[in-house]
């Protein structure tokens, strides 16, 4: 590395380190006999990491200031298990613009939702665990971020995964808990297949390319000779997209390219809950709330988004895949909002609010191009605002819950006045989430509509239009039946609010909400020319500010009040609105496919052949083994005169194979 | 001068031991073994502080290498390790006493007279010291495996051991005796050197018998008969030591004879290498899955686990020998991490078949976790330190080309695997009749557990001992004569 | 007479060929006696053919460095060290045991 | 021609043998029978068949005159090159005999000298 880079970039690994370290010491030492120890130490070292991000932050932009070409640095790595000469996977560490901003948002809301947690979980029955859990899942997320190659992501990406199946499953005595977490963990397996694949793709042609790259780019005389051919940097290069574009082989006529990225999208898409992977994702918030706030709407989600960020030039080089990004993620931010606009669990309408806000995301990488990169910086930047304006969102509905023990929007109610400081928040982040000037979901939903726009696809910029609305309504729907009116349940009689340590980290995030829009993102994080702030593109405002106005005007109309206006609404639609309301039947769809037709049609025959036939093979070869096993232990006689005549007779053997090998 | 230190430590060490002992009562005895671990510390550091040692005393015919510096830390590790794990048995410390374990004072002088045996194996570069140190660090083991005097089995286990000791013994002599004729030298470069291209029938039989006995000292089929007899009628400690000592010492002589004798003639050796690797492999683990006696079942363990050994030998030498030393490091530490349970098991129960192990994730967890990660490690499972090594190992045979040997090499660790289960699952989910007692701790076993389990764990994560061993081992192969 | 003796004194073939017989013989010994002690001697009678194994190839050399002389004392004194603790292995045996006979020491099998 | 001292030396052994035998059969008186036919047994009366197992310590004691019946065998060919060795030589050899001699002294504190 440079001799001038700084010794938080030397030590850039500190940053996934202490989480992991944390997670160890509290694991195995302090939570089975220090219960309180448990949540100070995870969360110190959560802070601790994360002031080591913002210096990292803060180093990198000293050297490389904003504005000004941003390349990717690995200043620590070293080689973890080595294939054969020239493949190798490295651990380490990468830092560039987005890889920053994802560990400032992951390390910031986990210090946050690990402060608010001690709160929270307070005198809960797995306060330890619960902190061990996370600390994994941190470490694992943070590791994930910073992977510079696609093994360590993969790695990483699987232990995501198995945190947030820990922590779904947290409540483990609740069927309900653990059937959600079996069903996170399949869907989320099932797409990991398909990531799989598509990393064992690239590095298969990755590897037989890798010479003809190195000779063609000159990687020794560039400094490129410790590139290894899994490592991003290789995977994004242009020459080697172009010469793996070029491979004859193809796949139902489809490029190995493209193959390879629609199958790495898959994995996205299932670890970013887009449709139709998006199954387990509402189900997923039978964890406990502060973990639905960290890790399903502030960070794991996003890790989809992430991977195609990652992996931006090589989608952009594709084509077609980023095309199937970009409507896979419009339909779905469709699909869940207006899913969002029926539900009346507070963490499910936040849940396919999220949904939404992903397909956002997604849709606007999808529709950038290798030329036209306006929606990657978007992207980055919406992800950016929703983490923290989502998180403040799961943590005030956590402060509500927590309040009134229940999850149900119509059993609350008239909580302005016993939650104050909740109700500011929450409602400082639902005009954030709406798009209202000046809060921050305005400026990074605006560059993500200028993006779509921008780019000419016209179907898509409508569909956002229309989902900019669709949000505004659904969240100032739960709004306005939480926190005005009167108190429906016995709950929201008795509530009061939040204590101090769950209150604060909601305040701290109310005034990131509020302010982070005006961040001048596209100067840090772009791709080729910075295109710098492009101020207010009124095409793209006013219609959207609009659609937010009318949504909200609709959500006060209906709900203000004991809204008997809405049920009037939803006994009109009728079918329609019963349709919506369960999901459009998606859950019910896939139980169909699963238990119908795969479990009595396929799997009942392979379950009778393999209990008859395969087990029985199985069976057999085990009796066979074991019956060889005790044939031969009968040539141990115990009789030393016989072990000496076998050890003579293997000598006259060794002979006799020499002299057949020899002559 | 320097290089010979850490063998002068442990020798002096170890008659300080037998002296101090005349003097001491049975009370004062207790410090024997901290003097013994003591002693051992030394030496390491010594060795440590002086890498990378090399350079040759007696006119050559004492000679330090990298590669030997591996070996002579491997030896001394499981020294220490033994000593630990033999120190609750012989202080009685046992709750079961194991009677018949007197003389401790004999029993450390004489452990750590088998380690200055094996430290000058893989010094020696002449014949007589080769011969003389292999039989150094043999002879011992006789001894400890005959130590409980009250007990019929560990007395016949010492007399097995004996005879068929010493017919190997007889075998590599008269194998020296050939070789010595043919090349009228007893300096083992000059020997390779004349043996060059060497193909007279009488070099088949003399390398036969010096096979022969490296095979005996390695555990290979069917030179493996003894390992099982002696490892079960052997004290506990003792067969932990020999577990892993006599192995580590069996895998420095086949060293020293392979690749300083006939490191010529190696190359055209693989298939009767494969041969025995695939019998040794299958042979040792179909025996295994019968045993209910744990110390028997690990010694087919062993026996398995030497047929991996083999497999180093098929590829180039800077390739195997790492991956070999490795393994062997690796093993090493997985299996007296194994023994250290097994050893406090029968101390606290005075117990050892494998049924008896039921229910011990319950009335001791801690133990029980540490020997299932080292099974475990045994068994090859990833990502811990056993399946790196395996995977080295198995790389190295595939590249050689003996495809089929790999699948062999395969089936038998998935044959393994069921196996070192089944201890496993006693520990774990067979049910408990009834409440089983909550055995009691030990320091020493607990602290050599715990040392064990870590490089156990984090040996294949963390590659730097690997590259380590392999950069040893480029150094060994230029300070051979030729390459 | 001292002619015929010297006309007729061994060659490294016969030497050898003494070597394989004594070899042999305590090979056999080894396998076929039934006391302990018995085969120990018979392992004395292999080590002792193997040290004179080099003794012959020694005195047959062309170079003059006496290493099979000194190899063969080595070998004595091994041999030696070997039945030391073999015997003392057996004593120990016979006192538990009452008996050297070696098919009896099978109580370890399977 | 050199071989015929050894001829003579045998003859000469042979002859004071053979001699010393003959030469007592001549003056000895001879009066075979009775107590003279019990093999000898160092005074004691001979209990039992010769062919008895022997008392372990017998053994024991044979273990140990066998450590240094090995020294001596090592010492014969030092002895011979002891002048071109000179004095690293003898430390070298009061070395092994000292290790010898620590073995002794621990059997012998030990009791294993002590007849049983």
Redesign the interface.
């Known amino acids: 590395m440079d001799g001038d880079s700084g010794w938080m970039m030397q030590h850039a690994w500190l940053i996934p380190a202490l989480p992991l370290v944390s997670f160890a010491v509290v694991g195995l030492l302090i939570s089975p006999y220090w219960k309180k120890g448990a949540g100070v130490i995870a969360t110190l070292s959560i802070v601790a990491s994360m002031v080591c991000a913002y210096v990292l932050a803060w180093e990198y932009f000293t050297l490389y200031p904003a504005g000004g070409e941003h390349p990717i640095l690995v200043p620590w790595s070293f080689e973890w298990l080595r294939y054969q000469p020239g493949l190798a996977a490295n651990v380490g560490v990468l830092v560039d613009p987005i890889s920053l901003l994802l560990m400032i948002v992951v390390t910031t809301v986990s210090a946050l939702v690990h402060i608010y947690s001690n709160a929270y979980m307070h005198g809960d029955y797995g306060f330890g665990r619960y902190f061990t859990f996370l600390n994994l899942f941190t470490f694992s997320m943070l590791g994930l971020v910073v992977a510079p190659d696609i093994i360590q992501m993969y790695v990483c990406w699987e232990l995501v995964g198995v945190s947030s199946f820990l922590l779904i499953g947290f409540y483990y005595n609740k069927p309900s808990a653990v059937a959600a977490s079996k069903k996170a963990f399949i869907v989320t397996r099932f797409a990991d297949l398909g990531f799989l694949v598509g990393v064992l793709l690239l590095s298969f042609y990755g590897y037989r390319i890798f010479p003809d790259w190195s000779a063609e780019v000159g990687a020794v005389a560039n400094g490129l000779a410790g590139t290894q051919p899994v490592d991003f940097q290789y995977l994004n290069d242009p020459v080697f997209l172009a010469k793996f574009a070029a491979l004859d082989t193809t796949f139902l006529g489809i490029s190995l390219l493209t193959l390879s990225m629609c199958l790495v999208f898959m994995g996205a898409a299932g670890k970013s809950a887009m449709f139709p992977l998006h199954i387990w994702l509402p189900d997923a918030m039978e964890g406990p709330t502060p973990v639905s706030a960290l890790i399903h709407a502030a960070t794991m989600v996003v890790a989809g988004v992430y991977l195609v960020a990652r992996l931006f030039p090589a989608f952009a080089f594709s084509g077609t895949a980023a095309l199937l990004v970009a409507y896979v993620g419009a339909f779905t931010s469709l699909f869940a909002a207006v899913i969002g606009t029926t539900q009346d669990d507070i963490k499910r309408v936040l849940a396919f609010s999220t949904l939404s806000q992903l397909g956002y995301m997604m849709l606007a990488l999808g529709v950038s191009t290798a030329e036209h990169t306006l929606g990657y910086t978007a992207s980055m930047f919406h992800l950016f605002t929703h983490a923290f304006f989502k998180a403040l969102l799961f943590m005030g509905a956590g402060a509500v819950i927590h309040a009134v023990h229940t999850n149900s929007i119509w059993e609350m109610g008239g909580l302005w006045r016993k939650m104050p400081i909740t109700h500011i928040t929450f409602l400082v982040a639902t005009l954030a989430i709406s798009g209202i000037w000046p809060f921050a979901g305005f400026f990074s939903k605006d560059e993500i509509l200028a993006a779509a726009l921008g780019s000419g696809h016209y179907v898509i910029f409508g569909v956002a239009v229309l989902v900019a609305g669709l949000t505004a309504f659904y969240m100032f729907r739960i709004y306005f039946v939480t926190f005005w009116g009167k108190g429906r349940g016995a709950g929201a009689a008795h509530a009061h609010e939040a204590p101090a340590l769950m209150w604060m980290p909601m305040a701290l995030l109310a005034v990131l909400s509020a302010v982070t829009g005006f961040f001048p993102m596209a100067e840090y994080v772009h791709l080729g020319e910075a295109e710098g702030h492009h101020g207010i593109n009124l095409a793209v405002v006013i219609p959207a500010t609009l659609f937010a106005l009318i949504g909200i005007a609709m959500a006060a109309s209906l709900y203000i009040g004991d809204g008997h206006r809405a049920v009037a609404l939803a006994k009109m639609l009728g079918s329609v609105h019963q349709t919506i309301k369960q999901k459009f039947y998606i859950d019910e769809v896939y139980l169909f496919i699963t238990h119908r037709i795969i479990f009595h049609r396929i799997a009942r025959p392979i379950a009778w052949f393999d209990k008859r036939m395969v087990d029985g093979g199985v069976d057999a070869s085990g009796w066979a083994t074991r019956s060889g096993g005790r044939a031969l232990s009968l040539l141990q006689t115990g009789q030393v005169q016989t072990y000496g005549l076998w050890f003579t007779g293997g000598v006259a053997f060794v002979v006799l194979i020499l002299w057949s090998a020899l002559v | 001068m320097s290089i010979i230190i850490p063998e002068i430590i442990v020798l002096a060490t170890a008659f300080a031991i037998l002296i101090a002992d005349l003097f001491m009562n049975e009370r004062t005895r207790v410090y024997l073994a901290p003097a013994a671990v003591a002693g051992l510390l030394l030496a390491l550091a010594v060795m440590v502080v002086h890498t990378p040692a090399s350079g040759a005393l007696i006119g050559g015919r004492f000679t330090m290498d990298a590669a030997g510096w591996w070996f002579k830390i491997l030896f001394m590790i499981s020294a220490l390790i033994a000593v630990l794990l033999s120190m609750d048995t012989l202080d009685g410390r046992a709750r079961v006493r194991v009677r018949g374990m007197g003389f401790r004072g004999e029993y450390y002088s004489i452990l750590l007279f088998s380690v200055v045996g094996m430290m000058f194996l893989v010094s020696a570069r002449d014949l007589a010291t080769l011969f003389v140190s292999l039989e150094l660090a043999t002879l011992p083991l006789f001894v400890l495996a005959a130590w409980r005097r009250d007990d019929p089995k560990s007395g016949e286990a010492g007399l097995k051991y004996v005879v068929l000791g010493a017919l190997a013994s007889a075998f590599i002599v008269y194998g020296f005796g050939i070789l010595y004729g043919l090349t009228q030298s007893t300096d083992l470069e000059t020997i390779a050197q004349r043996l060059a291209g060497e193909r007279a029938p009488a070099f088949w039989l003399a390398a036969a018998l010096v096979l022969a006995g490296a095979g005996f000292k390695l555990t290979i089929v069917p030179f493996h008969m003894w390992a099982a007899d002696v490892y079960q009628g052997a004290p506990t400690p003792v067969t932990a030591y020999l577990s892993v000592g006599s192995k580590a010492a069996g895998l420095a002589f086949a060293f020293q004879v392979f690749y300083r004798i006939f490191g010529d003639a190696l190359p055209h050796w693989d298939m009767l290498i494969a041969i025995f690797a695939a019998l040794t492999m299958t042979l040792g683990n179909l025996v295994a899955i019968v045993q209910h006696d744990i110390k028997r079942f690990m010694a087919f363990s062993a026996i398995s686990q030497a047929g991996y050994f083999l497999l180093g030998f098929l590829g180039a030498a800077e390739e195997g020998v790492p991956a070999m030393l490795f393994y062997l490091l690796v093993y090493i530490f997985s299996n007296l991490a194994v023994f250290a349970c097994i050893i406090w098991f029968e101390n606290e129960t005075g117990k050892g078949q494998i049924e008896d192990y039921r229910g011990l994730s319950l009335s001791n967890p801690l133990m029980a976790l540490g020997m299932t990660l080292a099974l475990f490690s045994l068994a090859g499972i990833p990502p811990l330190s056993g399946f790196v090594g395996k995977f080295f190992l198995f790389s190295i045979a595939s590249k050689a080309g003996f495809h089929g040997l790999v699948a062999v090499a395969a089936v038998n660790s998935t044959i393994s695997l069921y196996y070192y289960l089944r201890v496993v699952r006693q520990m774990y989910i067979e049910p408990v009749d009834e409440r089983v007692p909550a055995p009691g701790s030990s320091v020493s076993i607990g602290l050599s557990l715990a040392l064990l389990s870590v490089p156990v764990a984090i040996l294949g994560i963390l590659p730097t001992v690997y590259e380590g061993i392999h950069a040893a081992t480029i150094a060994w192969l230029a300070s051979m004569p030729q390459g | 007479m ?1 002619e015929l ?2 006309r007729h004194s061994p060659g490294l073939p016969e030497w050898l060929t003494l ?1 394989v017989v004594l ?1 042999s013989i ?2 056999y010994g ?3 006696r039934r006391n ?1 002690i018995a ?2 001697m018979a ?1 004395e009678i ?2 002792n ?3 004179l ?2 003794v ?3 005195r047959f ?3 003059q ?1 006496a ?5 063969a ?6 041999a ?18 009452g008996t050297v006979d ?2 009896q ?6 | 021609m050199e071989y015929i001292f050894v001829l003579a030396m045998v003859g000469l052994a042979a002859a004071m043998v053979g001699g010393g035998l003959f030469f007592s059969r001549l003056v000895a008186p001879h009066n075979p029978g009775g107590n003279k036919s019990v093999p000898y047994e160092c005074g004691e009366q001979p209990i039992g068949q010769a062919w008895i197992q022997f008392n372990v310590g017998y053994y024991l004691f044979g273990l140990l005159f066998l450590v240094f019946d090995v020294e001596a065998a090592l010492m014969y060919p030092w002895a011979v090159v002891f002048r071109s060795t000179g004095l690293p030589g003898l430390i070298e050899m009061l070395i092994f005999v000292l290790v010898l001699v620590i073995g002794l002294i621990y059997a012998w504190r030990k009791g294993v000298l002590e007849w049983v």
Not at chain 3, 67 to 71: I, P
Not at chain 3, 105 to 110: E, F, K, T
């Open positions: 001292i003796l010297a070597c070899y305590g090979l080894l396998l076929t302990a085969m120990l392992v292999m080590l053919a193997a040290a194994n080099f012959v190839f020694d050399s062309t170079n460095q290493d099979g002389q000194v190899m004392l080595f070998v004595i004194v091994m030696a060290a070997e039945i030391v603790v073999g015997m003392a292995i057996v004593v120990a045996l016979y006192r538990m045991r070696i098919n020491m099978n109580s370890m099998r399977g």
